[in-house]
Structure formats: structure tokens, C-alpha cells
């Protein structure tokens, strides 16, 4: 089964991490950051870690150092911990677990879920993040996709979220940019030989290499060519010749309807 991604991904931009600006009390992936998306009609991008106890939290980096007033790995604290744990320049808001952002959003704008990997390394998963995320997307009726690198998370997630459309996030896979991941891996990667197995509707490419064939050959195919992340009009614009939507930040897209 291969669900049709939902036609709002196609023409509405998507906030990356949420419509953030931490200078306006709006951190990444926070509830701020959300309400600010949804009240400016733009669809959202938002990450997925996993807590201790096996909830899905939107959070991006794997510790809490950069975003967090606390520090090591997002994993070892538990869903209360982590809701009590302030973000940096939120105003004492705490990391958001998917439920909440699910009732925030209420359907009203396209939410595009990214799973982060849990092997380090893009190997075979336990599959306990994408069983928390499927659990709490249970009953959600919004337009919603979910999204990881890691294909065997994709895959994972055809097995226990069928109807859900769902694709890869894929990249150059430049080696100097993914120092976890041996070359052989990124070599692999690279070519997306995941997307017919793994059942996906839609790739989310890097911006900056949009051209290459095989992400343009499967646009040809019909497959939907999103992409991350763009930071002005220029780059907008520039992806816009190969990618049919962007996810941006740093600036304000128009609405196309």
C-alpha cells in the first residue's frame, strides 16, 4: 500500500522545526513555534525523538545541550522529565511530546513528522519510536506524513502505520557532512535505493542538491520532490526549478493557494 501524500504538502510551504524564532520567544519545534505556524496558514515540519519511557517528543538534537536548559542524551529522561525541562529562549515552555503538538495543530495545517534515527548509524531499528509515533497519530484525521533517513524506520512504519503516507528524507550524503556514517553507507544512500521497498509516496531532498538525476528521475516518475530547507527567497526560488515544495526558515514565503 502506498498512500497518496496529501495534496495541501504539495503547494503549502512547511516551517521548518515550526515557524521559529527564538528572539521572539519562539524555539525550535516548541509549542510557540507551532501556534505561530498555524495562525500564519504555513504547514509545519517538526522532529521526533524518543523519550526513556517510549514516547515520541518533538525534539531535534539527540542531547539537550543546544536547545534545552539541561544537558545529555534526550533519551535518558522520561515524557514527564522531558515536559519539564525548559527550552532555551521559550519563556519557561518545556519539550512538547506529539500529542500536544497533534491537538495544537487540530488538523488545520499540513504536519510533516521527520522520526529521527535511533541506530546511530542508519541500521535496522528496534521500532519503538515509530510505535509511539503511530500510537499517538491513532484517530488524527489532519493532513499529516511522516519521514526519516533511515529507511528501515520508513519501512517500519509502512508495517505498523500503512495508511499513513510516508517517505525518505534524503541528502548528497557528503562524508564530511555525516561523520557518523561510514562512506560505504553514505555511497548507499545516496542512490535512494530504499523508495520502491519501503513503499514511500514522497522524498524530502537537500536544497542544495536537488539536480542530481536520480532525485530528478523520480520526479519524473510523478513522485512528489519535497525539500530542506531553504533560507530566502533566493534559494526558494532556485529550488522551486526542481522541488514541487520547500521547508524554510529565516524568512516568510508567500501562500500559494
Given at each position: 500500500m502506498r498512500p497518496d501524500l496529501p495534496a495541501a504538502f504539495l503547494s503549502v510551504p512547511l516551517a521548518h522545526r515550526a515557524l521559529h524564532d527564538v528572539a521572539d520567544g519562539r524555539p525550535e519545534n516548541?509549542?510557540?513555534a507551532v501556534r505561530?505556524?498555524?495562525?500564519?496558514?504555513?504547514?509545519?515540519?517538526?522532529?521526533?525523538?524518543?523519550?526513556?519511557?517510549?514516547?515520541?517528543?518533538?525534539?531535534?538534537?539527540?542531547?539537550?545541550?543546544?536547545?534545552?536548559?539541561?544537558?545529555?542524551?534526550?533519551?535518558?529522561?522520561?515524557?514527564?522529565?522531558?515536559?519539564?525541562?525548559?527550552?532555551?529562549?521559550?519563556?519557561?515552555?518545556?519539550?512538547?511530546?506529539?500529542?500536544?503538538?497533534?491537538?495544537?495543530?487540530?488538523?488545520?495545517?499540513?504536519?510533516?513528522?521527520?522520526?529521527?534515527?535511533?541506530?546511530?548509524?542508519?541500521?535496522i531499528t528496534d521500532g519503538a519510536l515509530e510505535r509511539a509515533a503511530a500510537k499517538a497519530l491513532d484517530g488524527y484525521s489532519g493532513p499529516?506524513?511522516?519521514?526519516?533517513?533511515?529507511?528501515?524506520?520508513v519501512a517500519e512504519l509502512a508495517r505498523l502505520a500503512p495508511e499513513r503516507p510516508r517517505g525518505l528524507t534524503t541528502s548528497?550524503?557528503?562524508?564530511?557532512?555525516?561523520?557518523?556514517?561510514?562512506?560505504?553507507?553514505?555511497?548507499?544512500?545516496?542512490?535512494?535505493?530504499?523508495?520502491?521497498?519501503?513503499?514511500?509516496?514522497?522524498?524530502s531532498h537537500e536544497a542544495g542538491d536537488l539536480a542530481r538525476p536520480r532525485v530528478q528521475a523520480l520526479r519524473n516518475e510523478g513522485v512528489p520532490v519535497l525539500c530542506w530547507t531553504v533560507t530566502s527567497p533566493a534559494e526558494e526560488a532556485a529550488a522551486r526549478a526542481f522541488a514541487v515544495n520547500v521547508t524554510f526558515e529565516q524568512y516568510l514565503p508567500p501562500l500559494t493557494s
Open positions: 516548541s509549542r510557540a505561530a505556524a498555524v495562525a500564519a496558514g504555513y504547514g509545519i515540519e517538526i522532529d521526533l525523538q524518543l523519550s526513556s519511557d517510549g514516547c515520541a517528543m518533538v525534539f531535534h538534537d539527540y542531547v539537550l545541550d543546544r536547545l534545552a536548559e539541561a544537558s545529555g542524551p534526550v533519551r535518558a529522561r522520561t515524557r514527564a522529565e522531558l515536559r519539564a525541562i525548559p527550552l532555551k529562549g521559550g519563556d519557561g515552555e518545556g519539550i512538547p511530546d506529539l500529542d500536544e503538538i497533534l491537538e495544537l495543530v487540530g488538523g488545520r495545517v499540513p504536519l510533516l513528522i521527520e522520526l529521527k534515527d535511533q541506530h546511530g548509524g542508519m541500521g499529516v506524513a511522516l519521514m526519516s533517513f533511515n529507511p528501515h524506520m548528497a550524503y557528503d562524508p564530511a557532512d555525516w561523520p557518523e556514517l561510514s562512506r560505504a553507507v553514505c555511497d548507499d544512500l545516496r542512490a535512494i535505493p530504499d523508495f520502491e521497498r519501503t513503499g514511500s509516496s514522497f522524498i
